[in-house]
């Protein structure tokens, strides 16, 4: 079968899969993003390659799976660069120390016990070509992630977006990709330089050169297109030629530099001006195709790379379950205890546990990022897909029973008086 | 002062712990590493008792699959009889048992052939080499197969267990 029709089958048979199952989700209080997640599951050998193996090798055979991994990889290109642009730095300054205490505690508790977790893990699941470090602060890292564009969803969905605890939740999860994002640059820049003929000192001083760049070069130029954009009062198609071009010359850099091309088109997006009218129209722009279109294909993917059927055997599902333990518990934990002890009522601290434990999309992408380098093996791998799913899945109902909706609307109250008036 | 001490605490704790459990880390050792593609020859041996049930694995020339966690292996020929075993790796020797091949191949007319991959992995050579051999046991009979398998690109291999 010609190329081209295979992969527009490939994409019919994932829109659909992905539409469907993620309606299905939102009929039972799910994000539309959670059964997208799942939909990519149930198209890899997980379950159509388990449950019809002809079928799925006709459909997804290996040698064009090298399309849709690169229409995937565009698509979470643009992806990861409208999760930075809903990045806004004014989000922390609105919050005093429960937000910084709690944002730096929920990433180095989970963090630490990651790296506790990975001197079990690395002669059970590793292998000698991986370095111990770069195992170890890759497991703290994948523990630490946060899904902000799910949790910004949730809280959106709950109404919980402007009380106390959505505005501390939402400042920690920025605060958290940020960070997590920033480590895992360091981790694949080290992982690159032992493997690859780019040096080390070469990719730290490129980095902290384009960096630069971006903070003092790019960031006004942006500032100039945000200008004409409130001149005119529309975003052209020239100027989303701009953003598009900055967004893949960015995103080259970094890969040139051994980092990765997500993390320039998610610094990209972080510092774009964060006026609300032109953020909203670029979001309008690139969102639907994104988010409908290619992330599915992203899902899909990710799918076909986990494989249930590797974890066979008692001792595989309890390293399993041994890491879902530990995410929850170091997450949750860290981030409920640390909202407490800076001031918080419990159940609100344990609303900020709970969202900040949604690891989501984010997670998935930093786990093909350790496959793809090489850290982590094929059925950690799907162990760890199997935790972001679980912690994903738990966020809606566990809110629910911590916050339920009539405590929310009794302590919404006053704001909502406030807002009227 | 209350939020110093409760950040040096929450946050400067975990960061020292965290150094110290990748310092104790360094002394971990790791299964060796044998993912990837490799290409494998058998040698058939002289025809004996066992000599049908030899003619069902791969003939000449064949390309092994590895696929690993930890120690835990999943050993694949990547032809026509896409044998499958699953076993694992102590220090250099490798055990594993056929999990999946076509069914005439396991049950032949001398009743059910259990098969065996055994192969002592050689990482002085460069590139590294499987040294070893299939072995077909029908419980009364066994027939051993050399094997030997060639890693197809090199692997780079980092600090070890450091």
Redesign the interface.
Known sequence: MPRLTILLIQIVVILLAARSVGWLFRKIGQPQVMGEMVAGILLGPSLLGWVAPGVSAALFPPESLGFLNSLSQIGLLLFMFLVGIDLDPRLLREQK?AA??TS??SI??P??MG??L??YL?????????????F??FV?TAMSITAFPVLARILTERKLIRSRVGTVAIACAAVDDVTAWCILAGVVML?RA??VAIPLWLTLTGTVVYVGIMLYGTRRALHRLEVTFRARNKLTQDMMAVVLLLVLASAWVTESLGIHALFGAFLLGVIMPKEQGFVQAIKEKLGSLTVVLLLPLYFAFTGLRTSIG?L??AD?WFYCGTIIAVAITGKFGGAA??AR??GMRWREAGTIGVLMNTRGLMELIILNIGLDIGVI????FTMMVLMAMITTFMTTPLLELIYPARQRWHELAPARTARAA | MR?IL??LV??GL??L??LG??Q???N????????GKWSAQLTPPNPCGLSDEVSLLPAGPTTLSI??????L?ISFEDDSKSTF?GNIREVIIDAGMVSQHATAIHTSKGTVAIYFHARVDRQSEPDRLLGALILDNGSLRTEVPLTAIRQSA????????
Not at chain 1, 122 to 134: C, E, I, K, N, Q
Not at chain 2, 28 to 35: G, K, Q
Not at chain 2, 67 to 72: D, F, I, K, L, R
């Open positions: 120390h910084v205490i730096h505690v180095i508790i963090f630490f790296t506790l990975a001197l690395y002669p059970r699941l590793s292998d000698d070509r991986v370095a111990f470090t770069h170890a602060l703290g992982v032992s493997s590797l066979s055997g595989m205890l640390s002890l800076s093996s094929s059925a950690l | 939020p409760l950040y929450l946050v975990p960061v712990g965290t459990l990748l104790v880390g360094q971990l050792v790791a299964p060796i590493s044998l993912a696929t690993q966690s930890g120690p835990n999943l699953a692997v780079h291999r980092t600090t070890g267990g450091g």
